[in-house]
């Protein structure tokens, strides 16, 4: 089965044996009747799991080549399960430019139970091996990342995981399962912010993981029952209806996306333009074999290079919206330094790029001429 074909039948197979609806049913319901003591129809409460999650999951793990699914009530929540994969001591090695709210996870909350991280660039792939040594445990991938757009060689990481007998996890929000493939690259969990392109209409919070391995996806189901944090079943339909279109969206998000970097680039008010399929964008060789496309995320600096430009550009913006979060039909624009980034200390934050004249746009599906406008009028 065909991508296209999969976001919309993939593990979709007998969807309601009661009435036949084309949509799996919202099954709005905490518990399940037995008709003995261990004797249900597969479900007995809902933590541990529900016709509409199940559904929701099948269709995870099908869109990424998958053989399992877990949905969680936030991608936060689905990196948490994760990372309660390990002890203290353990060691975990991470992309120094990745989500703000990753960063602070690992360090506020994970290094204070005693797992150990190092932050580091990726770009070199062959750089990451002088770093792992006995206790590495996790090689933690985004690519592209967040918010440099940076790109990551998966397949090599993979290589480097194999060799030292880690785990490779890559967080694939940025690119989606429409753009790249990271199990089929050797990676061994996916990691979604579900929130963004995968739901697509900002209205729903959630988080998923992707694995072909049943041990690991045993582990990883134990936590996500015993932690209980689930998404609802509303919330799993709503996701569940995003991804039914997630190709076609994907696809006018990549074309309004190029024809935004490139009018960026050309405008005498912006500085640097961050946008993967740029041929002189670091790695782009490597993107353009592991992705499809080059998406619709891009992150640019001010000519003036101060943070008044920036907050100025945002404010004056009136097709894009000021907010966080990304990936939704609309298209949004964020300050990273103040807002999806803001808990990383500022000198950790420039050193990778993110200063506070950088910008990060959210290309949505309107019409390209009106989203080019709505930039000029902002810039001028």
Not at 149 to 158: G, T
Not at 164 to 172: F, I
Not at 296 to 319: C, D, H, P, R
Request: hydrophobic share 40%; net charge negative; glycine share 8%.
């Amino acid at each position: 089965m065909k991508f296209n074909t999969k976001t919309i039948h993939g593990g979709q197979h007998n969807i309601d044996p009661a009435y036949g609806s084309v949509m799996p049913p919202i099954y709005q319901t905490t518990t399940y009747s037995q008709t003995t003591p261990g004797g249900h129809k597969g479900f007995e409460y809902s933590r541990s799991g529900n016709p509409t999650r199940t559904a929701l999951e099948n269709a995870l793990a099908s869109i990424e080549n998958g053989e399992y699914g877990l949905a969680f009530g936030s991608g936060l929540a689905a990196i948490d399960a994760v990372l309660k994969l390990f002890k203290p001591g353990d060691e975990i090695i991470s992309t120094n430019d990745l989500y703000g709210g990753s960063y602070r996870l690992f360090t506020k909350i994970f290094e204070g139970l005693g797992l150990k991280f190092r932050f580091i660039g990726m770009q070199d792939a062959s750089r990451i091996e002088e770093h792992i040594n006995k206790n590495t445990k996790l090689i933690w991938v985004e690519t592209p990342t967040n918010p440099m757009m940076n790109i990551i060689d998966i397949e090599a990481c993979s290589k480097l995981a194999k060799k030292h007998k880690v785990l490779l996890a890559v967080d694939n929000t940025f690119a989606t399962p429409y753009l790249q493939q990271p199990l089929d690259l050797g990676a061994d969990i996916i990691m979604h912010s579900a929130t963004k392109y995968l739901g697509g209409h900002s209205d729903v919070v959630m988080g998923s993981l992707v694995v072909k391995d049943k041990e690991l996806a045993d582990r990883l189901y134990f936590i996500q029952k015993a932690s209980g944090a689930i998404c609802g079943p509303q919330d799993a339909f709503l996701v569940l209806r995003g991804i039914k279109t997630l190709h076609i969206r994907m696809q006018r998000h990549c074309e309004n996306g190029e024809k935004v970097a490139k009018f960026l680039r050309s405008h005498p008010k912006v500085d640097k333009v961050y946008w993967p399929g740029f041929e002189d964008h670091p790695n782009h060789a490597i993107a353009k074999v592991q992705m499809k496309d080059f998406g619709g995320m891009i992150s640019f600096t001010t000519a003036e290079n101060t943070l008044e430009s920036a907050v100025k550009f945002v404010e004056n913006l009136k097709v894009f919206t000021l907010a966080e979060s990304l990936g939704g039909v609309e298209s949004l624009a964020g300050h990273p330094a103040s807002m999806t980034h803001a808990s990383i200390p500022k000198e950790e934050r420039e050193k990778i790029g993110v200063v506070d004249s950088l910008i990060r746009l959210s290309v949505g599906i309107e019409d390209d001429e009106d989203l080019i406008e709505d930039l000029k009028q902002a810039l001028g």
